[in-house]
């Protein structure tokens, strides 16, 4: 009776599977811009020298004026654009109020009830609102000399999207931040580095085992995607422990400690009426119709192809997979390929090749030194190395062997190959006499192809593309050697 007692409550106790994580994604982008959000200044948080790029107006001194950035602007309609997003025709910018070191004007300007994006999608998460605020100084902690403060970053333009609260799980939420990442520089809008702080990643995690939302706890300043899915996965078990415990979950801020792979608590959340958002008095309402540069005709002519278009048309070139995300997490890469192949976006053959190539051979001499690039000029040089291959001019090993004199060195692909006596040769009459020396050389490998083991002259083939350094045509070879063994 005890036994059956205690299976009993071991099947009623709940488990991880009994609760919901429900997960909102908020991410902060620093943008490109020449100057801050709302002073002439330089946009270069990360100069070498503190405090280099200040003014009054980013120090908050008493009678300056602020200025909408333009430009910053710009940046956050061509992000709603992308999203497919709803566009603001009228916006504003309101004071959000809270007193930090390092935030001059004890309030930090940004929008509330009127941001300039609403709605949208990315990687299947719904979009809540895309809004432009100004980013705050560097507070630096030290023991000895106490809190300094770097200001360069104080006034930078900042990108606020925030997601709906409809991720369920962390997988799904570090992909969503990937992808976020990559339309953020494909529309070199940001660099979005997020090691050094051009993009921040904060998460809102809740659980609860009914259709009601838990309390949310926010993990703020993520900084890379192993942290996003790590401290989600992380918040959901603590949380998950807390109220089996029969605790209650408290709202709070909490940050995530890379090095103990836990969150810890910080603050109490605070709530938008906690920070008394009100619009700011000095700053125009931005009537964004009467704006030319922001219509969406001029929008659609500055965005350029999105990564979903890419991944398409990379896939219709019968690129692999893995190829198509090489090709899209390296603007670099995607570039030249895309030089190298204008034109001949109808050729497979010559497509697959040059990312064949590119994606594995060029990306290992690119990564084994610094110092390489790659231009026009050299793509010039790649599409007729690649043209030489596929027309059977030279073998694939040769190619691998020019590759860097000809692409990085600017030397001519083709006139290499002559010097070197690399270009491949297709002639029977030229290649009768190798393979007539080869399976002399090689009785033993010529009588097991005689008993029957057909791969045994693959071997005499492999030995002839070493003597002559690559330049016999396999095809054509092995063909010959056939005909000789067969013949003895």
């Not at 809270?98 to 998460?125: C, H, M, N, R, W």
């Not at 100084?137 to 809190?147: I, K, L, N, V, W």
């Not at 692909?413 to 010097?419: F, G, H, L, Q």
Request: aromatic share 6%.
């Amino acid at each position: 009776m005890r036994l059956l007692r205690t299976l009993k409550n071991a099947k009623m106790k709940p488990t991880m599977s009994d609760y919901t994580p429900t997960i909102g994604i908020e991410v902060h982008a620093e943008l490109n811009t020449k100057s801050k959000m709302f002073c002439g200044c330089k946009n270069d948080p990360h100069a070498g020298e503190v405090n280099a790029h200040t003014c009054p107006v980013c120090l908050a001194h008493p009678g300056t004026l602020p200025t909408v950035n333009k430009e910053a602007v710009k940046k956050v309609l061509l992000v709603g654009r992308a999203l497919a997003g709803n566009l603001a025709t009228y916006s504003e910018f309101d004071r959000k109020n809270y007193f930090y070191p390092d935030i001059p004007k004890a309030y930090q300007l940004s929008q509330y009830a009127f941001p300039f994006v609403t709605g949208g999608e990315l990687a299947g998460v719904a979009i809540t609102r895309v809004h432009l605020e100004e980013d705050t100084a560097r507070s630096q902690h030290d023991q000895d000399e106490g809190s300094l403060v770097d200001f360069n970053r104080a006034g930078v333009p900042l990108m606020e999207l925030v997601t709906e609260p409809v991720i369920h799980d962390a997988k799904t939420a570090g992909h969503f931040a990937k992808e976020l990442q990559l339309l953020l520089r494909t529309l070199k809008v940001s660099s979005a580095n997020m090691e050094k702080g051009e993009m921040r990643v904060e998460a809102n995690i809740s659980v609860s085992k009914t259709e009601e939302l838990g309390t949310k706890v926010e993990v703020k300043n993520l900084n890379s995607f192993k942290s996003v899915e790590q401290a989600i996965d992380f918040e959901i078990k603590r949380q998950i422990k807390e109220l089996e415990a029969g605790n209650s979950i408290i709202q709070e801020t909490r940050g995530w400690d890379e090095a103990k792979s836990k969150t810890f608590s910080q603050r109490s959340k605070e709530t938008a009426e906690d920070y008394r958002y009100f619009p700011d008095p000095d700053i125009p309402k931005y009537d964004i119709k009467k704006e030319s540069d922001f219509n969406d005709s001029r929008l659609a002519e500055i965005s350029p192809e999105l990564p979903a278009e890419i991944r398409i048309r990379l896939t219709q070139y019968g690129l692999k997979p893995d190829q198509v995300e090489i090709l899209l997490q390296n603007e670099v890469l995607l570039d030249f390929f895309t030089t190298t192949t204008k034109g001949r976006e109808n050729d497979t053959k010559f497509l697959q090749m040059a990312a064949n190539y590119l994606t594995s051979d060029i990306v290992g001499l690119l990564q084994n030194s610094g110092t390489l690039a790659l231009d026009s000029k050299m793509a010039i040089s790649y599409a007729t190395l690649i043209d030489m291959v596929g027309a059977g001019d030279i073998t694939s090993r040769v190619a691998k062997d020019l590759l860097e004199e000809a692409v990085f060195k600017g030397a001519d692909p083709r006139k290499t190959a002559e010097e070197k006596g690399l270009l491949q040769s297709s002639s029977a009459d030229d290649l009768r006499p190798l393979a007539e020396s080869l399976a002399a050389a090689h009785p033993t490998v010529v009588a097991d192809y005689k008993a029957g083991k057909e791969s045994a002259l693959k071997f005499l083939v492999g030995q002839g593309m070493k003597e002559t350094g690559g330049s016999a045509n396999p095809t054509v070879l092995l063909e010959l050697l056939t005909e000789v063994a067969k013949r003895n």
